[in-house]
């Protein structure tokens, strides 16, 4: 998963946010910027009872923070999520093609964009994707 910085520079880029369940968001600058949030129909916690794990069905939840309006939030997007959205990027440059190779080093991501070709590497797929989709949105 990207960190909550490099998410909110893919925003800052302009990558687009339509919440669905089970997208992952931050919310920063309200001292919860280590905190990562879900999208979900139903609230589920992992709690104790008698000294054994549960699993407990909420239906609804109380918090201080009744409601957010989604451009406070940064969308955290997921590998899959990242990599559709470098196909997009890449198809309206005309250049839709682009290989993700990964191994013990790492991974590495060879694209065409601009008539150049780029390479971008990393440790984390989502990170190495989050880094091309930068490059290109911020192009």
Same mark, same amino acid.
């Given at each position: 998963m990207i960190d909550l910085e490099t998410a909110r520079q893919l925003k800052t880029a302009g990558l687009d946010w339509r919440p669905?369940?089970?997208?992952?968001? %931050?919310?920063?600058?309200?001292?919860?910027d280590d905190r990562i949030f879900v999208i979900s129909d139903m609230?589920?916690?992992?709690?104790?009872?008698? %000294?054994?794990?549960?699993?407990?069905f909420q239906g609804a939840s109380e918090w201080a923070l009744d409601y957010l309006v989604t451009t406070d939030a940064i969308?955290?997007?997921r590998e899959d999520q990242l990599r559709k959205a470098l196909e997009?990027?890449?198809?309206?440059? %005309?250049?839709?093609?682009?290989?993700?190779r990964?191994?013990?080093? %790492?991974?590495?991501?060879?694209?065409?964009?601009?008539?150049?070709?780029?390479s971008f590497q990393g440790d984390d797929a989502s990170q190495v994707y989050a880094q091309a989709l930068l490059h290109i949105l911020s192009d």
């Open positions: 669905e369940i089970l997208d992952y968001f %931050g919310i920063p600058d309200r001292h919860m609230l589920v916690t992992v709690e104790l009872l008698q %000294g054994l794990q549960i699993v407990s969308w955290i997007p997009a990027a890449l198809l309206e440059s %005309g250049r839709p093609e682009f290989r993700m990964g191994g013990l080093a %790492g991974y590495q991501c060879d694209l065409v964009f601009n008539e150049q070709t780029l």
